[in-house]
């Protein structure tokens, strides 16, 4: 899987969750995925079904922690109108979509894969700092 | 991390100890012959100068430029910076080993520049990692393949036809983040400039010929791929990749030169602000400290807060030349060629520096006669044409709506064998529409997907702050601004033949991405790609003339009749809009010219002058006819001492607006309920505005007398004493207009029901189908009976409890009851009246126009509502 279509995928969970937002101020949004990371980890441990697919591209830039990834797919899934950042601070991006949008977004995975994001999702969503 | 630990631990890390061999076996004897030459063992000579177009004077030290005049870097003489860029900027063709050389002057101008503004404690370090990161920036672009970036695209997911080779360059990648723990996010390039580095000869000529430290070779190495191999060395790794890097601080400035494209960017002022900070590991981000020493003092590159501006300056700069110079259209047209000569010939990664840009044009080169053809191409740059941008920009209606379906596109672009299934899909369709209109076809399709900008967050300069502590800057926010997409930003549908052929291309890709997509664009798509709109017009216009059905499953992409907008029309049309100005059923619709017009290019050229006649012909029911005439015609009609009764009564219903009209007329007429007027024993004249077939008025007379079970929605059903007195009146039916046909219905009707009653109007429409005696009345009848049974089966076969089946449809697609009349009341169209007249709808994958919507029922979203046989204008 792609990089983008993962982290599609992932924002699609996110808003199936009620999130609406993703903070990006100070970089927040990677100190959140850092538990999303800690999530996947157990999930390979664990073999879960689809968790092969999951692209390796979590890793964390040395000395800035930032994970280029999810910035990229912050930039890239403004096309189409999935996301809005608000320039030209972006303290937060906004997810533009709502729940029955992201359910056939989330149809486009297969069932493996969404009950991964979910459990991503649901990782990112319980960070304080999230929303 | 040991630097030479991790780089000893790449040479045996999965494939790489392979891709070494190859290269081995590929450079080996070339240095070998090379030292041979240059006397072996005898080491480095002295140092050189390099006047460059850039930077002026370059100089190397003896060592360096025993490696600058080593087959791996002589090669890169041969393997232009810019790959293609030449074919769009003529003088942007200046090699690799230029940008090398320009990359080792930048790197000394950047540590020069750290070491003034750092404090004294640190100089020694500075100094002593000059050597080897200069070292770094002659080697970083060795690995580069040939035609520089197009390459590396070919391996790409999006790119890369063929699995295996696929997943060998991603295995090269992965192999190398393993050894050197980084994200597996290494360009290919630089993961073979550390494997070059790597290559037993070649590290022979580094250590013992330039006499490099092992432990300096290997951080040279590390530094390329963007890893330090310790925290007090983390500044020599951005040095050499980062947001602000040598790399780029040559390489932009350079590219501006040779395209004349303009940097904004303050390098003498960016350079003052660099620095080298040694900080506290905690002020570094959680994930990277949490593996650090809490005592230990990492060194990394910084600047202050307004040279942090100075860097979002680079980022913007940077996605400035993406814009305009590698992501060029020209460019990435020659790119598209050269991924397919990729395609043809496959090579592994490594296997590809046995090359330089020759690859791809040299006619000498055994090929297949296809891959000579595209060699030949890119030689004599006879490269593709766009004819489509595809972006979300340009989507119909906006892409807020489509999101689902433009990531199908998205996807669908991005994956190899499904952009392939597309780009023959269009080829048919080009093939197809050329036949039919019997033109030349182009050669080849070739879609190229958007392409990728550089990666926001890559920035790991840190920003030192007053109070001393140090900060990881704003991170995605500066970056995200400066790259945040453009609406140029597109992929496009290429192709490669006569410049004529752009047109028939736009078409024949726009008919694919609405049937595979269901997504439609506007004429920027066009516009964009340089493709003569007006040009594109014409071709839909020959297309459907030479076959009528063409655009049977593309409603929505056909061109405007070249008629409607004709002059010669002009009058016709400003009279049919004035004689109809007063229709009003939805408030925001206007019976304007422009609205009869639109209504028009609906419909086939041929049939647009009868379809103007069919609407000349309409019989319309304004206030004059209603309040002046239809009075001056009941007055006369009925007995002097009558009571008025509407046929039909309550909201919407046309009966009840007629009194509105009527108290036009001077003499007042008595009006009221047939309860109230069964109470008097006055005659009674029960009026309505239009009676078409008569279904309606007779289901009402049934249920007054109680024939009808069930009674006739919002119909009084009459007790006994009230049926005997309505049998026992003189009663008379009078209507503005009716159809003879209903006329007959309802009188004979009222005869079963014993009624003393009489059926008149004030005009009574004799005629036959109403279409007869218009030009081409039957292809317009043909085409109109099409309409009225999508628009119905669009709506009410889709809608309610009880969806109209196809039959029913058909049974009222020109008119309820296929009563097939022209007529139209000031409120409301009466639904005996040619359904797409007046009834909305799907035709053709395209919304249908009617030119008089129906007003809308209490509460319904639709203007069209009612049961065929309903066919007075009042039901709605």
Same mark, same amino acid.
């Given at each position: 899987?792609?990089?983008?279509?993962?982290?599609?995928?992932?924002?699609?969970?996110?808003?199936?969750?009620?999130?609406?937002?993703?903070?990006?101020?100070?970089?927040?949004?990677?100190?959140?995925?850092?538990?999303?990371?800690?999530?996947?980890?157990?999930?390979?441990?664990?073999?879960?079904?689809?968790?092969?697919?999951?692209?390796?591209?979590?890793?964390?830039?040395?000395?800035?922690?930032?994970?280029?990834?999810?910035?990229?797919?912050?930039?890239?899934?403004?096309?189409?109108?999935?996301?809005?950042?608000?320039?030209?601070?972006?303290?937060?991006?906004?997810?533009?979509?709502?729940?029955?949008?992201?359910?056939?977004?989330?149809?486009?995975?297969?069932?493996?894969?969404?009950?991964?994001?979910?459990?991503?999702?649901?990782?990112?969503?319980?960070?304080?700092?999230?929303? | 991390?040991?630097?030479? *630990?991790?780089?000893?631990?790449?040479?045996?890390?999965?494939?790489?100890? =392979?891709?070494?061999?190859?290269?081995?076996?590929?450079?080996?004897?070339?240095?070998?012959?090379?030292?041979?030459?240059?006397?072996?063992?005898?080491?480095?000579?002295?140092?050189?100068?390099?006047?460059?177009?850039?930077?002026?004077?370059?100089?190397?030290?003896?060592?360096?430029?025993?490696?600058? +005049?080593?087959?791996?870097?002589?090669?890169?003489?041969?393997?232009?910076?810019?790959?293609?860029?030449?074919?769009?900027?003529?003088?942007?063709?200046?090699?690799?080993?230029?940008?090398?050389?320009?990359?080792?002057?930048?790197?000394?101008?950047?540590?020069?520049?750290?070491?003034?503004?750092?404090?004294?404690?640190?100089?020694?370090?500075?100094?002593?990692?000059?050597?080897?990161?200069?070292?770094?920036?002659?080697?970083?672009?060795?690995?580069?393949?040939?035609?520089?970036?197009?390459?590396?695209?070919?391996?790409?997911?999006?790119?890369?036809?063929?699995?295996?080779?696929?997943?060998?360059?991603?295995?090269?990648?992965?192999?190398?983040?393993?050894?050197?723990?980084?994200?597996?996010?290494?360009?290919?390039?630089?993961? @073979?400039?550390?494997?070059?580095?790597?290559?037993?000869?070649?590290?022979?000529?580094?250590?013992?010929?330039?006499?490099?430290?092992?432990?300096?070779?290997?951080?040279?190495?590390?530094?390329?791929?963007?890893?330090?191999?310790?925290?007090?060395?983390?500044?020599?790794?951005?040095?050499?990749?980062?947001?602000?890097?040598?790399? %780029?601080?040559? !390489?932009?400035?350079? +590219?501006?030169?040779?395209?004349?494209?303009?940097?904004?960017?303050?390098?003498?002022?960016?350079?003052?602000?660099?620095?080298?900070?040694?900080?506290?590991?905690?002020?570094?981000?959680?994930?990277?400290?949490?593996?650090?020493?809490?005592?230990?003092?990492?060194?990394?590159?910084?600047?202050?807060?307004?040279?942090? @501006?100075?860097?979002?300056?680079?980022?913007?700069?940077?996605?400035?030349?993406?814009?305009?110079?590698?992501?060029?259209? &020209?460019?990435?047209?020659?790119?598209?060629?050269?991924?397919?000569?990729?395609?043809?010939?496959?090579?592994?990664?490594?296997?590809?520096?046995?090359?330089?840009?020759?690859?791809?044009?040299? /006619?000498?080169?055994?090929?297949?006669?296809?891959?000579? &053809?595209?060699?030949?191409?890119?030689?004599?740059?006879? @490269?593709?044409?766009?004819?489509?941008?595809?972006?979300?920009?340009?989507?119909?209606?906006?892409?807020?709506?489509?999101?689902?379906?433009?990531?199908?596109?998205?996807?669908?672009?991005?994956?190899?064998?499904?952009?392939?299934?597309?780009? &023959?899909?269009?080829?048919?369709?080009?093939?197809?529409?050329?036949?039919?209109?019997?033109?030349?076809?182009?050669?080849?399709?070739?879609?190229?997907?958007?392409?990728?900008?550089?990666?926001?967050?890559?920035?790991?300069?840190?920003?030192?702050?007053?109070?001393?502590?140090?900060?990881?800057?704003?991170?995605?926010?500066?970056?995200?601004?400066?790259?945040?997409? =453009?609406?140029?930003?597109?992929?496009?549908?290429?192709?490669?033949?006569?410049?004529?052929?752009?047109?028939?291309?736009?078409?024949?890709?726009?008919?694919?991405?609405?049937?595979?997509?269901?997504?439609?664009?506007?004429? +920027?798509?066009?516009?964009?790609?340089?493709?003569?709109?007006?040009?594109?017009?014409?071709?839909?216009?020959?297309?459907? *003339?030479?076959?009528?059905?063409?655009?049977?499953?593309?409603?929505?992409?056909?061109?405007?009749?070249?008629?409607?907008?004709?002059?010669?029309?002009?009058?016709?049309?400003?009279?049919?809009?004035?004689?109809?100005?007063?229709?009003?059923?939805?408030?925001?619709?206007?019976?304007?010219?422009?609205?009869?017009?639109?209504? @028009?290019?609906?419909?086939?050229?041929?049939?647009?002058?009868?379809?103007?006649?069919?609407?000349?012909?309409? *019989?319309?029911?304004?206030?004059?006819?209603?309040?002046? =005439?239809?009075?001056?015609?009941?007055?006369?009609?009925?007995?002097?001492?009558?009571?008025?009764?509407?046929?039909?009564?309550?909201?919407?219903?046309?009966?009840?607006?007629?009194? !509105?009209?009527?108290?036009?007329?001077?003499?007042?007429?008595?009006?009221?309920?047939?309860? *109230?007027?069964?109470?008097?024993?006055?005659?009674?004249?029960?009026?309505?505005?239009?009676?078409?077939?008569?279904?309606?008025?007779?289901?009402?007379?049934?249920?007054?007398?109680? /024939?009808?079970?069930?009674?006739?929605?919002?119909?009084?059903?009459?007790?006994? =004493?009230?049926?005997?007195?309505?049998?026992?009146?003189?009663?008379?039916?009078?209507?503005?207009?009716?159809?003879?046909?209903?006329?007959?219905?309802?009188?004979?009707?009222?005869?079963?029901?014993?009624?003393?009653?009489?059926?008149?109007?004030?005009?009574?429409?004799?005629?036959?189908?109403?279409?007869?005696?218009?030009?081409?009345?039957?292809?317009?009848?043909?085409?109109?009976?099409?309409?009225?049974?999508?628009?119905?089966?669009?709506? %009410?076969?889709?809608?309610?409890? %009880?969806?109209?089946?196809?039959?029913?449809?058909?049974?009222?697609?020109?008119? !309820?009851?296929? +009563?097939?009349?022209?007529?139209?009341?000031? !409120?409301?169209?009466?639904?005996?009246?040619?359904?797409?007249?007046?009834?909305?709808?799907?035709?053709?994958?395209?919304?249908?126009?009617?030119?008089?919507?129906?007003?809308?029922?209490?509460?319904?979203?639709?203007?069209?509502?009612?049961?065929?046989?309903?066919?007075?204008?009042?039901?709605?």
């Amino acid at each position: 899987m792609r990089s983008e279509k993962f982290f599609r995928g992932f924002v699609a969970a996110l808003r199936m969750q009620g999130e609406t937002e993703i903070v990006t101020k100070g970089d927040a949004h990677h100190r959140t995925l850092d538990a999303v990371v800690e999530r996947l980890e157990e999930i390979r441990r664990a073999k879960k079904p689809g968790a092969e697919e999951v692209p390796d591209v979590l890793v964390p830039r040395e000395i800035t922690g930032r994970y280029r990834a999810w910035d990229s797919a912050l930039v890239t899934l403004q096309r189409g109108r999935l996301l809005a950042g608000r320039n030209p601070t972006y303290p937060i991006v906004e997810i533009l979509f709502d729940k029955e949008e992201a359910k056939r977004l989330l149809e486009r995975y297969t069932p493996e894969q969404r009950a991964i994001f979910a459990e991503l999702a649901e990782a990112y969503s319980r960070q304080p700092v999230a929303s | 991390m040991d630097a030479a *630990e991790a780089f000893e631990r790449l040479k045996k890390q999965g494939i790489i100890p =392979d891709v070494i061999a190859c290269l081995e076996g590929i450079f080996g004897p070339l240095i070998e012959e090379y030292l041979s030459d240059n006397g072996k063992g005898r080491g480095a000579g002295g140092s050189k100068a390099f006047k460059d177009a850039v930077w002026g004077m370059i100089d190397l030290t003896g060592p360096e430029v025993l490696i600058a +005049d080593s087959p791996p870097l002589q090669r890169l003489r041969r393997v232009r910076q810019l790959g293609f860029g030449y074919l769009t900027y003529p003088s942007a063709g200046y090699s690799r080993f230029e940008h090398t050389l320009g990359a080792v002057h930048q790197t000394e101008r950047m540590v020069l520049a750290i070491r003034r503004r750092s404090k004294s404690n640190l100089h020694r370090d500075i100094d002593e990692s000059l050597s080897t990161v200069r070292l770094a920036a002659l080697l970083h672009d060795c690995g580069h393949m040939p035609g520089s970036h197009v390459s590396e695209r070919f391996f790409d997911e999006k790119e890369c036809p063929q699995a295996d080779l696929r997943m060998h360059a991603a295995q090269i990648q992965s192999d190398l983040a393993q050894a050197f723990k980084l994200p597996p996010e290494v360009r290919l390039a630089e993961c @073979l400039s550390v494997c070059m580095a790597a290559m037993p000869s070649f590290y022979d000529l580094l250590r013992n010929e330039a006499r490099y430290e092992p432990e300096a070779i290997a951080t040279a190495a590390l530094a390329i791929a963007g890893k330090a191999a310790e925290p007090s060395h983390y500044f020599v790794s951005q040095l050499i990749s980062n947001a602000i890097d040598a790399d %780029k601080l040559d !390489y932009m400035f350079r +590219d501006s030169l040779f395209t004349r494209v303009p940097l904004a960017i303050d390098l003498e002022r960016l350079l003052y602000k660099l620095k080298c900070e040694e900080v506290s590991a905690s002020d570094l981000a959680p994930t990277t400290s949490r593996g650090l020493p809490k005592d230990s003092r990492p060194r990394v590159l910084a600047t202050d807060t307004s040279g942090d @501006l100075l860097a979002y300056d680079v980022s913007q700069t940077r996605e400035m030349l993406y814009s305009r110079v590698y992501f060029h259209h &020209k460019t990435r047209a020659a790119e598209r060629v050269a991924l397919e000569l990729l395609g043809r010939r496959p090579h592994r990664p490594e296997e590809l520096l046995a090359f330089d840009d020759g690859f791809f044009v040299d /006619e000498r080169t055994p090929r297949s006669r296809s891959a000579k &053809k595209l060699a030949r191409r890119l030689a004599w740059r006879r @490269l593709p044409r766009r004819a489509f941008a595809i972006s979300d920009y340009f989507l119909d209606p906006s892409p807020e709506q489509l999101r689902v379906e433009w990531v199908g596109l998205d996807e669908d672009l991005a994956d190899p064998a499904r952009r392939q299934a597309l780009e &023959k899909a269009i080829e048919a369709e080009c093939a197809a529409i050329a036949k039919l209109l019997k033109c030349p076809r182009p050669e080849a399709v070739h879609l190229d997907p958007r392409a990728e900008h550089p990666t926001p967050g890559g920035s790991s300069l840190l920003v030192s702050l007053p109070d001393g502590s140090v900060s990881t800057g704003q991170g995605y926010a500066p970056d995200a601004a400066a790259e945040t997409q =453009d609406p140029t930003d597109s992929a496009h549908v290429f192709f490669s033949g006569a410049d004529a052929e752009a047109e028939l291309v736009y078409v024949a890709a726009e008919r694919i991405l609405a049937r595979e997509f269901d997504l439609y664009f506007t004429r +920027d798509a066009a516009d964009q790609a340089k493709v003569n709109w007006e040009k594109v017009i014409d071709l839909k216009r020959n297309l459907e *003339e030479a076959h009528p059905q063409s655009f049977e499953d593309y409603g929505r992409l056909r061109a405007r009749p070249l008629l409607v907008d004709d002059a010669s029309l002009d009058g016709q049309i400003a009279s049919i809009a004035k004689r109809f100005q007063h229709y009003t059923t939805v408030p925001q619709v206007m019976l304007t010219e422009e609205r009869v017009r639109d209504f @028009l290019a609906q419909f086939p050229e041929p049939l647009v002058e009868p379809m103007l006649e069919a609407l000349e012909k309409i *019989e319309f029911l304004d206030r004059g006819r209603l309040g002046t =005439d239809f009075a001056a015609s009941l007055m006369k009609q009925s007995p002097t001492n009558a009571v008025f009764v509407p046929l039909t009564s309550g909201y919407a219903k046309s009966a009840s607006h007629i009194p !509105y009209f009527l108290s036009d007329h001077r003499g007042s007429l008595p009006f009221m309920s047939l309860e *109230e007027a069964l109470k008097t024993d006055r005659p009674l004249v029960v009026f309505d505005d239009v009676l078409v077939s008569g279904t309606q008025s007779t289901k009402i007379l049934n249920t007054w007398l109680g /024939e009808r079970k069930p009674p006739y929605r919002g119909v009084p059903v009459l007790g006994p =004493d009230q049926r005997q007195a309505l049998r026992e009146r003189s009663v008379r039916f009078h209507f503005a207009w009716a159809w003879h046909q209903g006329v007959e219905r309802l009188a004979e009707r009222q005869q079963v029901l014993q009624l003393d009653a009489e059926v008149g109007a004030m005009v009574i429409d004799e005629s036959g189908p109403a279409l007869n005696g218009i030009s081409n009345s039957e292809a317009l009848r043909a085409f109109l009976r099409e309409v009225g049974k999508s628009v119905l089966m669009t709506t %009410k076969g889709q809608r309610g409890r %009880k969806p109209w089946s196809e039959e029913k449809c058909e049974r009222s697609a020109l008119g !309820y009851n296929n +009563d097939e009349r022209l007529v139209v009341i000031e !409120y409301n169209t009466p639904t005996g009246t040619i359904t797409p007249l007046w009834s909305s709808g799907t035709f053709r994958n395209a919304d249908w126009t009617p030119l008089f919507p129906r007003r809308q029922r209490s509460g319904s979203a639709g203007g069209d509502a009612g049961q065929p046989g309903e066919a007075l204008a009042g039901e709605g």
